[in-house]
């Protein structure tokens, strides 16, 4: 993570279009970005200000779309809960811009800021005052052979923030994927599916799965079964570099999911390769932000109150 000392002028506001009473937390983004940055310059989506009766807080807002704005904003605020930033920050990922988060979904994992508290946090962060974190990201493709002795074809390819999953879809058994790490055979695994998350999905899909969380900044992916017909077919932690491939080997109606908002139907002897992003999400949090209190609160895990912001007394002040 990097303490940021940069100020932001070009700013953009995104979220979730068409979503049911986005019109007055907008509002009061607007608001709060008029009285912290009246230098700025705001730039609205217009998709997601379709349809909604904003009010602007002056001449400094423009409108565009998400091509014109992203090669032009030094900072993303982005409204909605993490499915909504998750969608924003794969795509604005290869613009290298930071994002901010603010909360209006349930957990917000990625969403650090309170819609309420917008006056108190934000103006920090405009200011400079954050912490940067870059987050990992995969790039997925299909490869298919049309006929026998014909070459591979991608027939798919996608970016996750959080994870690929391959499932069994509709169908109501197990499905037969062979797995391959770096070129190298690793299993055959028949299950309901298997997930290979980033970091930042170890606490999502895989976490429900009984995979282990991995701090978001570890160069590593997980890859886990998903209700494995062995028992021994547990979770694996695995090099950032490492490319996966998995191959259906046992598995009509199976499909893949990428972060769940991508969606392909697979066929057997289809080949999903998985390897690293060359592009990565930037996630502004607040000063002082700390992943631990966040896994705390989100995962509601007991704690002794009088550790709460307290350093650890064995190492020094510029360690902890």
């Known amino acids: 993570m990097l303490l940021m000392e940069t100020a932001y002028q070009r700013l953009a506001v995104f979220g979730r279009p068409q979503t049911p009473g986005l019109a007055e937390p907008l509002s009061l983004l607007l608001a709060c970005l008029k009285r912290s940055a009246p230098r700025s310059t705001v730039m609205l989506e217009a998709e997601t200000a379709a349809g909604l009766e904003v009010a602007a807080p002056g001449p400094a807002v423009s409108q565009g779309t998400f091509e014109t704005i992203a090669p032009n904003c030094d900072l993303a605020l982005v409204l909605g809960g993490d499915g909504t930033l998750i969608s924003i920050a794969r795509r604005l990922a290869p613009f290298g811009v930071p994002i901010v988060g603010i909360n209006l979904g349930r ?3 990625m969403t650090d ?19 940067l974190e870059e987050r990992g990201m995969l790039s997925v493709s299909v490869m298919r052979r049309p006929g026998e002795g014909r070459a591979w074809e991608r027939v798919f390819e996608a970016t996750a923030l959080n994870d690929t999953v391959i499932s069994r879809g509709a169908i109501s ?10 070129g190298h055979y690793v299993q055959t695994l028949r299950a309901d599916g298997l ?3 980033t970091p930042t999905g170890s606490t999502a899909y895989a976490l429900s799965a009984s995979g282990s969380i991995l701090h978001p900044t570890l160069p590593a992916v997980i890859l886990v079964p998903v209700a494995p017909q062995a028992l021994s077919a547990r979770p694996i932690v695995l090099p950032w570099g490492e490319a ?42 607040p000063e002082g932000y700390d992943y631990f209190s966040m896994l705390r609160r989100k995962l509601h895990w007991s704690s002794n109150p009088v550790h709460i912001g307290q350093p650890d007394p064995l190492l020094p002040p510029e360690a902890s």
Request: charged residues 25%; negative net charge.
């Open 113 to 131: 800021l309170d819609i309420t508290r917008l006056q108190e946090d934000l103006p920090g962060l405009l200011t400079g005052r954050g912490v």
């Open 244 to 285: 996966v491939t998995v191959m259906v080997s046992d598995g009509a109606g199976t499909e893949l999911h990428c972060d769940m908002q991508t969606l392909t139907a697979l066929k057997d002897g289809d080949r999903i390769v998985i390897e690293k992003s060359p592009h990565r999400a930037r996630l502004l949090h």
């Open 173 to 182: 058994r197990m499905v037969g994927l062979d797995v391959f790490v770096g």
């Open 195 to 197: 997930i290979v998350s």
């Open 107 to 109: 957990l917000g994992f």
